[in-house]
């Protein structure tokens, strides 16, 4: 079945406290002002389905009162809007963010005070804007902008259509300053370059980015670091073989630090610590034989730097001394640091406190602080999700496989199901990322339904260093394929499972796992891929971040068409016989739709039962509550139909 515009959602279940995870708070931008005195975040609105896209509004909570209740700061009044990427000013008394409210569609920057009532707006821009950031010397704010475009959502947001001259008129995001007393948004940064990130230096003058010549969306994947000035004066500081993030430039101004490694997605960040003059040279590199993969960094003084690491089963904390290059662990826990799973991060003051959002397994997301140094003696400063009760209990598996030790997740059902079992693995997107402690609506619907669930951190996942993340270049489905079959060999000496009733889910590319493992093994009895890649050949011309394969395959398809072509499972797609759901967003610019296409048409040819379903006016992954709550009732469902108990 061909749902090319989804008009009619599956008929509505009972009520399940699954509806109460859609309709739960989620923390955005957790941030300390300077002084610690003040903790500002962004949290979510739901509608009568779930969660609004691009929907926050504002809080503010005074630390130095005990029973301050949080006010809520914003740019306009009556019906909430889009309002976030918060910035506190130098001094802790002033907080820069970003809202539409005064002008539809449209975010602009505003500055307000927690005792003053009416924010006060600094820009009148067209143009998409972007991360505000204070001066040092608290008397100018900068942004990002893209100028002129108003409909720009990212790579994994919802494309634009493509009509006329196709990069007739690329645009470039840059810097933008705007003086806090008034005076006109004026770019600084270079016209060709295309900014992600930047961070003021000391001084006011110069600025550190992250940026690239190129299409915005692109071109992330070859970006590298540069040092430009107030005046003009630009440097490139370092053009890497992998990907960049995070320029952080030191308190005295003689250093930057950065993340380098092997990464998949735009903004989703882990790799090592380097660290470079500021004037150039060879960066150093401070976490090379580290088991782990860096995704946050702050710098606590001149030689020292607060790290946010992800680590097998664990967020942790470290600090790393740039003099003698030594890196010390403060804490790991089962939990995830940072207001989304994609993304680690804290907020720190000056005095050496953190604030961060925190979740786990068992538990909703919350906003905490305290000694950064000290987790145990963090306070838990919201309890907007204590009534959220997850339905499983999680357990941290650790197999071998080949070489490596692979790390994953068991979810059972708190009420165990009585004999064996059906179970679902659900392979992640990336490859550059990792399940980690938190709560997943898939997942979520699957255990609440009575399936035991698989969540496999295989070679190429963040978490234990960067030769376990680069060790599937070149090899997709080989190694990790073979670590994620080991893990339901694990799994089933665990727990009571039947192994005729076992089936795989995943996304981006763990939607690609899906298609290649329904040609790869008999294992699995049912599959659901989502936004998944069944043809690297096409997929190479028709995406528009293609410049990301290039680290994982080592040249274009242009100059080694092998490499893709013997991974594609479009290739031994007559080895297909189990059942296949598949499911896309219309306007995916990471994965066109149109590979969805090519592995549903080649399965009703040969006969395999498959369905695919297209989600109307979706990127890469679906936003809109109803077409949410249908992704879960459909993946379910299939897995119901396809692993359900043979009779006797």
């Known amino acids: 079945m061909l749902l090319a515009t989804l008009t009619v959602l599956l008929a509505a279940p009972p009520a399940s406290s699954l509806d109460a995870l859609r309709k739960s708070i989620a923390f955005q931008g957790a ?36 029973k301050a209740e949080p006010i809520r700061m914003t740019a306009g009044t009556g019906k909430p809007g889009h309002e976030g990427h918060l910035s506190w000013s130098p001094d802790g008394k002033s907080l820069a963010f970003l809202s539409d409210l005064r002008s539809k569609g449209q975010l602009q920057l505003f500055v307000g005070m927690p005792n003053v009532r009416t924010p006060r707006q600094l820009t009148h821009a067209r143009g998409g804007l972007a991360e505000p950031s204070w001066s040092r010397d608290g008397k100018r704010i900068a942004v990002l ?52 990130e930047y961070d003021w230096a000391p001084d006011g003058k110069s600025f550190a980015a992250i940026g690239a010549h190129g299409p915005g969306d692109q071109s992330w994947w070859t970006a590298g670091l540069f040092v430009f000035s107030l005046d003009g004066e630009q440097k490139a500081l370092r053009q890497p073989k992998l990907q960049i993030a995070h320029p952080r430039w030191s308190p005295d101004g003689k250093r930057i630090a950065f993340i380098e490694g092997l990464m998949s997605d735009e903004d989703v960040v882990g790799g090592d610590l380097l660290v470079v003059d500021a004037a150039g040279g060879e960066p150093a590199n401070l976490t090379a034989d580290r088991r782990s993969s860096i995704g946050f960094v702050h710098w606590l003084d001149a030689n ?87 339905p499983w209990t999680a357990k941290s598996l650790t197999w071998k496989s080949d070489e490596y030790d692979v790390q994953g997740w068991l979810l059972e059902p708190r009420e165990a199901p009585k004999g064996r079992s059906a179970m679902v693995v659900i392979v992640h997107g990336g490859p550059s990322w990792m399940h980690n402690p938190g709560l997943s609506p898939t997942a979520w619907g699957l255990v609440e339904a009575g399936y035991r669930v698989l969540l496999p951190n295989p070679r190429g996942s963040f978490g234990q260093g960067q030769a376990f993340a680069r060790a599937n270049v070149r090899d997709f489905g080989g190694g990790d394929l073979r670590d994620i079959l080991a893990g339901i060999d694990a799994a089933l000496k665990e727990v009571p499972v039947d192994p005729r009733r076992i089936g795989m889910y995943g996304w981006s590319y763990g939607g690609f796992m899906v298609m290649w493992a329904q040609t790869q093994t008999d294992k699995l009895r049912a599959y659901v891929a989502g936004a998944g890649i069944s043809n690297w050949q096409s997929y190479y011309g028709t995406n528009r971040i293609d410049t990301w394969m290039i680290p994982f395959f080592g040249a274009s398809v242009y100059d080694d068409i092998e490499a893709y072509r013997r991974c594609s499972p479009i290739e031994q797609i007559k080895k297909a016989k189990a059942p296949m759901l598949l499911l896309s967003g219309e306007r995916d610019s990471e994965v066109p739709v149109t590979q969805s296409f090519e592995h549903w048409h080649a399965l009703k040819m040969l006969g395999v039962p498959t369905q695919l379903v297209v989600y109307p006016d979706e990127g890469h992954v679906p936003q809109q509550p109803a077409h949410k709550v249908d992704l879960v009732r459909r993946i379910v469902g299939w897995f119901d139909e396809w692993l359900a108990a043979p009779p006797g």
């Open 31 to 66: 941030q300390l002002s300077p002084d610690g005195k003040q903790l500002a975040w962004v949290e979510s609105i739901s509608g009568p389905e779930g969660r609004l896209p691009e929907k926050g509004i504002i809080r503010i909570l005074d630390l130095t009162k005990p």
């Open 304 to 390: 020292k730097l607060a790290l946010a690491e992800w680590t097998p089963a664990a967020s942790g904390a470290a600090i790393a001394t740039v003099d003698d290059g030594r890196v010390q662990t403060l804490w790991r826990q089962d939990e995830h640091i940072g207001f989304e799973p994609y993304f680690l991060e804290f907020s720190i003051a000056r005095d050496g406190t953190a604030a961060a959002v925190s979740y786990a397994f068992d538990r909703g997301p919350e906003i905490f602080s305290g000694a950064l140094h000290d987790r145990a003696s963090w306070i838990q400063r919201t309890r907007a999700n204590a009534t959220l009760a997850p």
């Open 145 to 196: 902008l893209l100028e002129g475009v108003t409909d720009a959502k990212g790579p994994m947001g919802t494309a634009p259509r493509e009509t006329g001259l196709i990069h007739g008129d690329v645009k470039y995001q840059r810097i933008a300053v705007v003086d806090v007393g008034g005076g006109k948004l004026e770019t600084v940064s270079p016209a060709n370059l295309h900014v992600y």
